[in-house]
T-cell receptor, first 115, second 115 residues
Framework: NAGVTQTPKFRVLKTGQSMTLLCAQD?????MYWYRQDPGMGLRLIHY???????AKGEVPDGYNVSRLKKQNFLLGLESAAPSQTSVYFC??????????????FGQGTRLTVV | KNQVEQSPQSLIILEGKNCTLQ??????????LRWYKQDTGRGPVSLTI?????NTKSNGRYTATLDADTKQSSLHITASQLSDSASYIC??????????????FGKGTKLSVKP
């Protein structure tokens, strides 16, 4: 079982470049999330989706856009990368709201460096 | 402000020994508390999920306890193995945390098990 798969695993960008991170899940989950993890900090929610065609802002959404055109995919876009966006990005999915003690499954992460 | 604090920041133990990791939170009211294991370069993997009404939950050699009165949780690892070397993250979900049921992550405790 693949679970949650993130593409790419590593990427180096120059300041001002754009890119899209892809998250794919094969568990038919409704909820999907994008987090970033920085040294010395807990994971922080960037954007999330409660179903196909929906997106919403999380705690740190500035500089990012997302799309959920298909239920199994959740894309995270950086239109003009900045060094402050250097981080490890994690995608996660769940079948229902995590507030209901629903299990959340995480991908393996994408390490992004902006120079 | 909702916060999750973990201690110690890092810990080194010998293989076969037991250890206990601490989590203090200020999230109130909360829906559930989770412990995740994150291997280096990997995404977090769930160990336990406890609702506010549960006191303890086990998963093999991992036992989590929860005291909702003092807002403290602990993760006890029995008979540690080299494969237990990882970061352990405490996560709290506030009750009524919006449609996505937000998760508030601690910074983690980095555990190293030495032979």
């Amino acid at each position: 079982n693949a679970g949650v798969t993130q593409t790419p695993k590593f990427r180096v960008l120059k300041t001002g470049q754009s890119m899209t991170l892809l998250c794919a899940q094969d568990m038919n989950h409704e909820y999907m999330y994008w987090y970033r993890q920085d040294p010395g900090m807990g994971l922080r929610l960037i954007h999330y989706s409660v179903g196909e065609g929906t997106t919403a802002k999380g705690e740190v959404p500035d500089g990012y856009n997302v799309s959920r055109l298909k239920k199994q995919n959740f894309l995270l876009g950086l239109e003009s990368a900045a060094p402050s966006q250097t981080s490890v990005y994690f995608c996660a999915s769940s079948s229902d709201r995590v507030g209901l003690s629903t299990e959340a499954f995480f991908g393996q992460g994408t390490r992004l460096t902006v120079v | 402000k909702n916060q999750v604090e973990q201690s110690p920041q890092s810990l080194i133990i010998l293989e076969g020994k037991n250890c206990t990791l601490q989590c203090n939170y200020t999230v109130s009211p909360f829906s559930n508390l989770r412990w995740y294991k994150q291997d280096t370069g990997r995404g977090p993997v769930s160990l336990t999920i406890m609702t506010f009404s549960e006191n303890t939950k086990s998963n093999g050699r991992y036992t989590a306890t929860l005291d909702a009165d003092t807002k403290q949780s602990s993760l006890h690892i029995t008979a540690s193995q080299l494969s237990d070397s990882a970061s352990y993250i405490c996560v709290v979900s506030p009750r009524g945390g919006g449609s996505q049921g937000n998760l508030i992550f601690g910074k983690g405790t980095k555990l190293s098990v030495k032979p």
